[in-house]
């Protein structure tokens, strides 16, 4: 099967300054250098140092003037996310874009992070959560658009409230659900509140649809020996078109995240059969992304168990 060929029309970010997390590989990699290639001025947080030196000669290869920079960032430590958040305000620079992209996705066995989180929920959600409180002021600064990244795996599911750190009964994928799913409800009440408050910042969230990207593959960092059997299903698919590629799986985050006509509180991902590939716009919430009551439950609770705190 062909695939159609689509884009997405970035503006020039000549001035701005744009964060992204998990710019490495994969699709970071492809969203950082379309963000370069339009003159963004970009801080890529990286766990790894070795793989961003790399991400950056690959960017400044199709860019050769493009203004990229690494932090370090690891986001299984809420110590880490606090540190990168002081040394960016140290810098001063406001913030005008800030894509939250990375994620870890179904460690075979319950790990934890440094702070003794389920490490998808920790990782995904609650790190994240931490870096826009830890980045507020720059990000106010920016009156920035925050992007946050979700998964198709959000479509169904639910948080288990009753434990969230998976601790009794752990489902690798029950709890990837949960991490994308708390994590596109606090991006929704991130732009509720930022309206309500007066915060000046914009928020709204994507997903990629399907891809093959390194989430599923082989991870000894996470417990995975092997690559799962679903990435190679997915492979398969994507050779033939049925699926994306991390080149078109990254459009729905660009659009969100830079592009003029993509509004605060919507969702976006792509446009073809199932949402799973295609063009990037806007498509109507998951049912467990609707509740505002639950948006409101787990930015709470988020704040408390990160340790941060919003503008009041």
């Given at each position: 099967?062909?695939?159609?060929?689509?884009?997405?029309?970035?503006?020039?970010?000549?001035g701005k300054t744009v964060v992204v997390t998990g710019a490495?590989?994969?699709?970071?990699?492809?969203?950082?250098?379309?963000?370069?290639?339009?003159?963004?001025?970009?801080v890529l947080p990286v766990r790894n140092r070795r793989k961003g030196d790399a991400a950056l000669a690959a960017i400044r290869e199709r860019h050769p003037r493009a203004a990229v920079s690494l932090r370090d960032l690891d986001l299984s430590s809420l110590e880490s996310v606090a540190a990168l958040g002081a040394t960016l305000r140290d810098e001063g620079r406001p913030i005008h874009v800030l894509i939250n992209n990375a994620g870890v996705m179904h460690p075979p066995t319950h790990l934890t992070t440094a702070d003794g989180f389920e490490l998808q929920f920790g990782t995904n959600h609650l790190a994240h959560?931490?870096?826009?409180?830890h980045l507020m002021p720059l990000l106010r600064l920016g009156r920035a658009r925050v992007t946050s990244q979700l998964s198709i795996a959000a479509r169904s599911g639910e948080i288990n409230w009753d434990d969230l750190n998976w601790d009794r009964e752990y489902d690798e994928q029950r709890a990837y659900r949960q991490s994308k799913i708390a994590f596109g409800l606090f991006g929704l009440e991130l732009q509720r509140r930022s309206q309500a408050g007066g915060w000046g910042i914009t928020s709204n969230i994507s997903h990629p649809g399907l891809a093959a990207t390194n989430l599923l593959a082989a991870r000894p960092e996470v417990g995975r020996s092997s690559d799962q059997v679903a990435v190679r299903l997915i492979?398969?698919?994507?050779?033939?078109?049925l699926t994306?590629?991390?080149?078109t799986a990254m459009l729905p985050a660009l659009y969100a995240a830079v592009s003029p006509d993509g509004k605060p509180g919507r969702f976006y991902g792509p446009q073809g059969l199932g949402?799973?590939?295609?063009?990037?716009?806007?498509?109507?919430?998951w049912p467990p992304l609707r509740s505002e009551s639950e948006a409101a439950r787990i930015w709470d609770m988020s704040e408390k168990l990160a340790g941060v705190s919003f503008p009041a």
């Open positions: 099967m062909a695939r159609t060929k689509t884009d997405v029309t970035v503006p020039s970010l000549a490495s590989d994969g699709m970071g990699l492809h969203l950082a250098t379309r963000l370069a290639g339009a003159g963004a001025e970009l959560v931490a870096l826009v409180a492979r398969a698919m994507s050779r033939v078109g994306g590629t991390p080149e949402n799973v590939s295609g063009g990037p716009g806007e498509q109507q919430l």
